[in-house]
């Protein structure tokens, strides 16, 4: 459904984007994940053509391209982004808002009750929005990207400023337009909350995808325990060779290879470090994320 091929991005002298590839499919949520300045909204904003790339081609559907206004216009149908909250009006009321996003895209309101009532916003969607808290605005934000209810929808920082529950309630959502064969990108620093909902992973470094990690195919399980540093360099050499320590903190021993036998001896002779807590189960999207971006 989309096709990102060899895009590259500078800014003057600067790198942002180099050579990076990848295809994405409708019914996957996938997130973005990377420290604060590396490329996640240029990647966004190629993608949607707010940008051109300096080399490099976006395709939707097999063969439709940015390559005339008609067919920008028709992609542009296809896809909506996250609005901004400094975009909101003040003096309009929410359902004003999501009715602007509902007759852009969908050309039709009649869904906008809906999704509101199933984002638990009835008591004030009606009003203004300058009185609305910034986790009233961000629902907002959420809703009206629901109500464009596009094929593709670019989400940067969805759950910026919510509360768990909040938090909650928009996860259960994203899995529901999923269901709807949405193809869906969410850029979050909310680690483990991605890994509720995302297919994949796409960890974005140096300009490119250093690793994607898929979260529906069983993934390769680990003994992980927390090692100071000190400790972990006393026993290093005991390790199996494709041992992980991460961030100075996790050390990781796959299992995969493993007989129960040996398995249990290991966690048998790691249970001497008793004060530790000694888990086992696949890597999750913060511990991916501190083995890629954690600086010594
Ligand atoms: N218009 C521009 N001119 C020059 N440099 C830019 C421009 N836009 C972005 N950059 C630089 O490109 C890099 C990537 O920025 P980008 O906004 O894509 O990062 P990001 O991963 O989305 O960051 P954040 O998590 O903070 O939102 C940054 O170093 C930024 O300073």
Wanted: with cysteine; glycine share 4%; aromatic share 10%.
């Amino acid at each position: 459904m989309l096709k990102l091929e060899n895009i590259s991005v500078k800014y003057k002298d600067k790198v942002v984007l180099d050579n990076l590839s990848f295809e994405a499919n409708s019914g996957e949520i996938i997130g973005l994940v990377a420290p604060n300045g590396t490329g996640k909204t240029t990647l966004f904003n190629v993608i949607s053509n707010f940008l051109k790339p300096n080399k490099g081609r976006v395709t939707f559907n097999e063969n439709l391209q940015y390559k005339t206004e008609r067919k920008e216009i028709s992609i542009h149908k296809q896809l909506a982004t996250f609005p901004d909250q400094g975009d909101l009006f003040e003096e309009l009321t929410g359902v004003d808002h999501m009715k602007l996003y509902a007759n852009m895209w969908k050309g039709s309101t009649k869904h906008v009750k809906d999704i509101y009532e199933q984002l638990q916003m009835e008591s004030y969607v009606k009003k203004k929005v300058k009185t609305y808290s910034l986790g009233m605005r961000q629902r907002l934000c959420f809703a009206m990207i629901a109500a464009a209810d596009t094929p593709i929808m670019l989400m940067d920082e969805v759950m910026n400023g919510l509360d768990i529950a909040n938090v909650s309630l928009i996860s259960k959502h994203l899995m529901k337009m999923k269901q709807d064969g949405k193809l869906i990108f969410v850029a979050s620093h909310l680690l483990a909350n991605l890994d509720l909902y995302a297919d994949r992973v796409l960890y974005l470094k140096a300009g490119d995808i250093v690793h994607q990690q898929s979260l529906n195919e069983s993934t390769e399980e680990y003994i992980k325990l927390e090692l100071t540093l000190e400790q972990y360099e006393k026993m290093k050499y005991t390790l199996p060779d494709d041992h992980l320590y991460i961030a100075e903190r996790l050390c990781c021993i796959p299992i995969a290879n493993m007989d129960m036998e040996t398995q249990k001896e290991w966690v048998e002779r790691l249970s001497d470090y008793k004060e530790k807590e000694l888990t086992i189960g696949p890597l999750g999207t913060p511990e991916y994320y501190e083995k890629y971006f954690h600086e010594k």
